[in-house]
Nanobody, 125 residues
Framework: QVRLVESGGGLVQPGDSLRLSCVVSGRTDRNGAVGWFRQPPGKEREFVAAIFRSSRTFYDDSVKGRFSIDTDRTKNTMFLQMNNLKSDDTAVYYC???????????????????WGQGTQVTVSS
């Protein structure tokens, strides 16, 4: 059974950086996708970033140039490096994995199979 556990959230000031981690356990392969979503207060879960089939990287326009997704396969871990954080980035952040995801479903939360429990990121002065 696939399990994802996030860490690294916290309270930071605008302009600060944070690095979120997500450890993946269980049987996985390289044919699907790994990604990050977030859910701001009072809003629906939204796409942030993803790596599709171990090679193609995608970002939401709101984080492009500030956030970076990467993986360390030796540690079964994915990361989200967040720089120049803004108050609008405040949300619960979730990592996700799907081993059979198609490209058209990349930004659709309901199409992903496996989720972490979420970690809170609050950006406030």
């Amino acid at each position: 059974q696939v399990r994802l556990v996030e860490s690294g959230g916290g309270l930071v000031q605008p302009g600060d950086s944070l690095r979120l981690s997500c450890v993946v356990s269980g049987r996985t392969d390289r044919n699907g996708a790994v990604g990050w979503f977030r859910q701001p207060p009072g809003k629906e879960r939204e796409f942030v970033a993803a790596i599709f089939r171990s090679s193609r990287t995608f970002y939401d326009d709101s984080v492009k140039g500030r956030f970076s997704i990467d993986t360390d396969r030796t540690k079964n871990t994915m990361f989200l490096q967040m720089n120049n954080l803004k108050s609008d980035d405040t949300a619960v952040y979730y990592c996700a994995l799907d081993q059979r995801l198609i490209l058209s479903s990349l930004r659709v939360p309901r199409d992903w199979d496996h989720w972490g429990q979420g970690t809170q990121v609050t950006v406030s002065s």
